[in-house]
């Protein structure tokens, strides 16, 4: 299953009161801006021309929904920890993603995408380290890996592993670790549906 290539746009949410009502499983994915987040769902999706995923700038600062068919949904979270944003687009972020991430009862698992060349940022670790306690699945994608020797990039698969436990190395440019993204996100989803089938 590749639940990318059957994903639509439902729609962009700017504020929590307007999120679609709880429905199929949820899949959240998280990154700092600029990490290649929409390059890497671009090459998930499998769409080369299309920029599905984008980064227009009025989708910026939203949490923009994408349906698999019945199936589930993919949900695109703005970028984080950019340096310049005034600390008011950060408090947006906590409040808008946050407010999401900690309350939402069809998320089943987060994908953040970390830059393999500095994985654990602050704002990532932030992050991972609030999400811990909720339970919440997380993958770790380790992205540009193309710019990495063989070896950074197996020492950086093994620290991202030791920490977080699921993290692929994944190169939207070279297209590594594309295939076992889908398979790990179906496999989320597919547990999720057979625990409670619609
Ligand atoms: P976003 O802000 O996280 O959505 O990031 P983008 O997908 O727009 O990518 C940010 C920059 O990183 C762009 O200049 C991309 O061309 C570059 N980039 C994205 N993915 C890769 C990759 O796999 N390898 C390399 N070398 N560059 C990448």
Redesign the pocket.
Known sequence: MNPFAEAAFLMSVAKLADLPPDGPPEIAFA?R???????ALNALAGRKRLAFFS?TPGRTQTLNFFTVGEVARLVDLP?YGYAKVPDAVRQDWDQLAGGYLAARESLVGVVIIMDSRRPFMPHDVHLIDWLRPQGTPILALL??C??LTRRECTETLKLAQGRIGEAILF???DRTGVEETRDRVGAWILAQNKRNPR
Do not use: T
């Not at 801006?33 to 390059?39: A, F």
């Open positions: 990154g801006s600029n990490v290649g987040k929409s390059s980064k970028g992205s540009k193309d710019k190169s939207s440019q």
